[in-house]
């Protein structure tokens, strides 16, 4: 199991890459990424954590009140 803090942001997974230079982190198996404004959950979650963005697969994304679930979230 793999657990890191990176930019105010804690990943959670059963394997993960993390690619500095590009600000990419791909997380595999019960993957987590929270910050204090959301929380994105799913088998795989691919992570540009320079723009923020990214996709999920099979599973959820939540911001506040608001939760998002599907094969895969962009």
Do not use: C, H
Not at 20 to 29: E, P, R
Not at 42 to 56: A, K, L, P, T
């Amino acid at each position: 199991k793999v657990k890191v803090t990176i930019v105010n942001r804690k990943l959670q997974a059963d394997s993960a890459e993390i690619w500095y230079k590009s600000k990419l982190i791909v997380a595999n198996g019960n993957a987590v990424i929270a910050s204090d404004k959301f929380e994105m959950q799913g088998e795989r979650i691919e992570y540009d954590y320079g723009n923020d963005v990214g996709n999920i697969f099979n599973g959820a994304v939540k911001s506040g009140k608001v939760t998002f679930r599907g094969e895969k979230l962009e």
